[in-house]
Structure formats: structure tokens, C-alpha cells
């Protein structure tokens, strides 16, 4: 027979039930008449919800503990323990979330019993346009079409209009349900419940479930802010800037002092490429130069501060002084790995008609203001967290003399005299901005 899909009463309802300071009616949901707010009676202490302990142990947990949980693997990992482990007939829990990330769609976390810690799992953009989802009663909640999705997968109402039906019935599953998790700009989450008890889940386990949809949206939404705000942080500004702003480093002229081995590359003649090119091939070769001198960087534990046009900015910090020898030799390392990949990516360019990149490394090390700057005027600002300083500039000054010298990669004494014979001394070269001649130092022949 047609499965029919069966429809909850939005969370806008549901939220106001369970909020609202006198009789919630359930609407729409089965139960056995008028009952105070489920917050207002756990608050007190009495029952909270319709004739399920489980769900009321989990409500419990999740007011108490799971709401102060930081990651929302542990939350996911807690939920499915507290249901279980009270007598609800959980064969498996599952939580999707959509995120706002330049190369995650969605964060998926599934629990299943027996499993001492929800799985996590990351999908890429392509996901939404993939067969598996299109066929997918996730698609159909993201659409706002309907707000849960129920499927008995054994006994005269079988369903099998999505493939993941079929996976839960190999996995011994009799019945599925998923609940749409409505955020700020609509359905941006879900969670799905299934059982392998003969008769599936009964109409009050059900009722009574239905019932923790309004606070998991609290704090999957809470959740799903945090992580978007901590990736958006690292992506944009580094891991480590990343977390000092997150930590409170926030105010302008927030700054400290630290040691670090400075690394500055810019690609020559980017400018007359971007005159003569289309714009989209254009983005399309610095994002292949960008991940070819970024990833040797981002391997060795270094951190990219920013990218400036076609030039990057990274740092390699030394907790003392008996780690900068190492940080320089890492940075170096960096380097070389970045040219090696250069001279890869060439190959494929020049294979396919295209010019070979020319690129122009600095490397320095010593102290530099690590901080915000920028402007800020009222409750409008709009600051950087970069790296300022004298050590800075030399570093940008040497890479400006590779083209005069025809070096990819060139070094301040203090930077060389740490890695010996990896370099050797090109001569002392007026730089703007010092007044005296610098020593300068490139790759041996």
C-alpha cells in the first residue's frame, strides 16, 4: 500500500507549548488531555512528558547536562545513551546538520547501539546535488515541504519509496522516523530515530518524542553557531589567530609580542595577468598557486595570516629560543616544498598552453606585534588580526629583490646563519625603509 507521510505540527507550535506559562494542548499531538509546560513541571520536579519515562529521563538530561555540552558529538552520543539506556527502542540516532562553510554542506553525527561514541561525519557541497540525497527524505524536510517523515519498514504498511529504507531494513530496523529541525532561515537540521522492536515505535514513544523536538533546536542551533563561528575563524583567520579572537582578543590594540620565523611569497607578474586574462581564470590560477605554497605551510605548523592579492603572509612561532632553530629550518623546509610544487604545477600548465608561474619567497625570523588593528568608530569597526613590526617588513623587502636577482627564494642573515650551508650569501642590498644595506641570502647553485 502508499505510504503516507506523516506530518508534525510545526516547531512554532511546539516551541510555544513549550514555553507558553499555562495548559499545553500538544497541538495536534495524541495525549491524555491539558498538561502544564514541560519546562514549568520539570522545573518543579514532576513529570515532564506523556507517558514515556525514557523520553523524560533524556528531557531531564538534556536540561541538566547535555544543553552545557560543548560539541555536539557528545550531545548526539548523550541523547541516544540517556533514551536507550531507559528502555526507548533505539537501534539508531542520527543528527545532520547544515553548516556554513566554504567546503562543508553538512555535519552528520550517527549513533548506533552499542557504539560508546557518535560517528562524525563531513560532506562536501557536491552531497546536495548527488543522487543519494535527491532520492533522500532529508531533501524532502530542507524543502519546508513537510516537518516529519515516518516509515514502518515491516507488516502490511512496509514502505520502500527511499533507498535508505531498504539500508535500515538490512540492519534489522521495523521502523523509521525523521523530524525536520527548523533554525533562523528555515530547515537546516534534522534527527532520525529508528527502531528494531517487533512492533517499531508505539504512538506515545512517538507523542512523547516529539516533545524534545523544540529544545534539540535550541541546542543543535547553539551548537551549530559555535562551530560555524570557530570555522569561519580559522578559515578566514588562521587556527591560532582564530581562537585568540574567540578566547576575547577582540578589543583594537589587543596585541602581544611573540618569535616567529616569517614567511612572505607574491607572484610575479600577476599583475599583467590579471589585465590580459578572463576573470574567472584568473581566480582559478591563484587558487591553484594558493594551494600549492599553502599546503607545505599548513603541514609544518605553520599559520597563514592572510592573503593579499597574490601574496600570503604566514608565520611559524617559536615557543622559545630553543625552538626558533627548528622553526626556521621548518619554515625553510616550507619553502622547498612550495617550489617543488611550483615546478609541478608548471609542468601541468605549460602541458595544457598555459604560462609557467613565477613566484618570489622571503624568509626572516625575529619578534613581531601578533594583534588586532584597524578602524573602529562606534559599534562599527572592522579590524585585522595580523603580525606589524620591523621583522615584517625586512621579510617583505627581501622577497621584492628575487626578480632584481633572478632567486625564487631569498633570506635575511639571521634567518641563513641559523640553516648553514642550505644557503649561501648573494651580497648586501639596499632595501627601502633601512637605512643601512642588508645582507641577503639564496639557494645554493
Same mark, same amino acid.
Given at each position: 500500500?502508499?505510504?503516507k ?6 516547531d ?7 514555553l507558553?506559562?499555562?495548559g ?102 557536491a ?15 530542507y ?29 534489522? %530496523? ?5 523530524? %525536520? ?5 528555515g ?5 532520525s ?7 517499531g ?25 559555535a562551530y ?65 605554497? %599553502? ?39 616550507a ?28 624568509l ?16 562599527? %569597526? ?16 627581501i ?40 645582507d641577503?641570502?639564496?639557494l645554493?647553485?
Amino acid at each position: 500500500m502508499a505510504a503516507k507521510i506523516q506530518i508534525a505540527s510545526n516547531d512554532d507550535d511546539l516551541s510555544d507549548g513549550l514555553l507558553r506559562p499555562i495548559g499545553f494542548e500538544g497541538v495536534g499531538l495524541r495525549h491524555p488531555g491539558p498538561a502544564a509546560p514541560m519546562v514549568a513541571r520539570a522545573m518543579a520536579g514532576e513529570d515532564a512528558c506523556l507517558g514515556c519515562p525514557a523520553v523524560e529521563t533524556a528531557f531531564r538530561w538534556m536540561l541538566d547536562e547535555g544543553r552545557l555540552l560543548p560539541d555536539l558529538g557528545d550531545f548526539v552520543t548523550g541523547i541516544a545513551r540517556q533514551l536507550s539506556e531507559a528502555g526507548f527502542p533505539l537501534l539508531r540516532f542520527f543528527v545532520s546538520v547544515r553548516t556554513l562553510h566554504p567546503q562543508i554542506a553538512a555535519i552528520g553525527y550517527v549513533w548506533g547501539r552499542g557504539d560508546t561514541q557518535a560517528n562524525r561525519v563531513a560532506r562536501d557541497h557536491a552531497v546536495l546535488t548527488s543522487p543519494e540525497f535527491i532520492a533522500s527524505p532529508l531533501r524532502i524536510l530542507y524543502q519546508g515541504e513537510v516537518n516529519e517523515i515516518r516509515r514502518r519498514l515491516t507488516g502490511p504498511e512496509a514502505a520502500n519509496d527511499f533507498p535508505i529504507l531498504e539500508d535500515m531494513r538490512k540492519q534489522g %530496523a521495523t521502523d523509521y522516523a525523521i523530524f %525536520a529541525i527548523r533554525l533562523p532561515g528555515g530547515v537546516r537540521s534534522s534527527v532520525s530515530i529508528t527502531s528494531d522492536a517487533p512492533d517499531g515505535f508505539s504512538e506515545m514513544q512517538m507523542t512523547a518524542f516529539r516533545t524534545l523536538i523544540p529544545l534539540l533546536s535550541l541546542i543543535i542551533e547553539a551548537r551549530e553557531w559555535a562551530y560555524i563561528a570557530r570555522s569561519l575563524m580559522h578559515v578566514y583567520l588562521g587556527n591560532n589567530a582564530g581562537e585568540a579572537v574567540l578566547s576575547g582578543q577582540i578589543q583594537r590594540g589587543d596585541a602581544r609580542t611573540i618569535a616567529a620565523a616569517i614567511w612572505y611569497c607574491d607572484l610575479r607578474g600577476f599583475t599583467q595577468m590579471s589585465n590580459e586574462l578572463p576573470r574567472d581564470l584568473v581566480i582559478a590560477t591563484l587558487n591553484d598557486y594558493f594551494d600549492t605554497v %599553502a599546503r607545505p605551510v599548513i603541514a609544518r605548523g605553520g599559520e597563514i595570516l592572510k592573503f593579499i592579492g597574490d601574496a600570503m603572509l604566514a608565520i611559524f612561532p617559536m615557543q622559545d629560543d630553543l625552538d626558533r632553530d627548528g622553526k626556521c629550518r621548518i619554515a625553510l623546509d616550507a619553502a622547498m616544498a612550495a617550489l617543488d610544487g611550483l615546478r609541478d604545477l608548471n609542468e601541468l600548465r605549460v602541458a595544457t598552453g598555459q604560462p609557467a608561474l613565477k613566484v618570489g619567497i622571503g624568509l626572516h625570523c625575529g619578534s613581531v606585534s601578533y594583534g588586532n588593528i584597524g578602524a573602529a568608530q562606534g559599534e562599527d %569597526a572592522r579590524l585585522d588580526f595580523t603580525v606589524i613590526g620591523p621583522a615584517v617588513n625586512l621579510a617583505t623587502r627581501i622577497e621584492t629583490l628575487c626578480p632584481t636577482l633572478d632567486q625564487p627564494l631569498l633570506a635575511s642573515k639571521q634567518f641563513a646563519s641559523i640553516c648553514g650551508s642550505e644557503l649561501k650569501h648573494l651580497g648586501a642590498y639596499p632595501l627601502r625603509g633601512f637605512a643601512e644595506n642588508q645582507d641577503v641570502y639564496g639557494l645554493p647553485d
